[in-house]
């Protein structure tokens, strides 16, 4: 999961692109903080509330869908604004298949193998439909560089500009410090 940091206001340096929603699931977004600063705290409280009830961790699947229903709920709803944001919902299930889905605004989910959204999410997703193969997704240190090549396809300033984080199985999340992703770029 990585993002393209958008300045250096203090509310992107403390309240990032990249969140961890349970040990094994981490959303990523484009769009309005405030309204994802909701969203997130909403879907980490399913996530326990899951986990709570079923005694399992919840299902990448469940949590996509459990989003993607929040925002169109908000979407049909008078009187309530439509979230102004879309997210990547990133991680394994307890079986250890990884999974990425996509939600929109609309409330729509879907799952994929790469994808980029945001501003110039379309020319990520073209290149990543080029570059993108299993044997590069079955290595961490040839994802981790097509991820980065990818986004220098529309970032001008260099690592400075990213924020990149790691998900491996069976791992706590990893976000890479600058220095690090300044070596890759």
């Not at 250096?8 to 600063?37: P, Q, W």
């Amino acid at each position: 999961v990585s993002t393209q940091s958008t300045g250096s206001s203090g509310i992107n340096a403390e309240y990032g692109k990249i969140h961890k929603l349970d040990d094994h699931v981490c959303m990523a977004f484009a769009g309005l903080t405030a309204d994802a600063r909701i969203l997130v705290n909403m879907a980490r409280v399913e996530c326990q509330s899951y986990r709570l009830t079923m005694e399992d961790p919840v299902s990448m699947s469940y949590i996509a869908r459990h989003i993607a229903s929040v925002k169109q709920h908000f979407t049909q709803r008078p009187g309530l604004r439509p979230f102004g944001l879309s997210t990547l919902i990133v991680g394994f299930d307890y079986d250890g298949s990884a999974h990425l889905f996509q939600t929109d605004p609309s409330g729509t989910f879907h799952e994929w193998k790469a994808n980029a959204i945001g501003r110039s999410g379309k020319t990520v997703r073209e290149f990543l439909e080029k570059h993108y193969t299993d044997e590069i997704a079955a290595s961490d240190e040839a994802c981790i560089k097509l991820t980065v090549r990818a986004l220098l396809e529309v970032v001008q300033s260099g690592g400075k500009n990213i924020e990149l984080a790691v998900m491996r199985r069976g791992k706590p999340l990893e976000i890479l410090d600058t220095k690090t992703v300044e070596k890759l770029v």
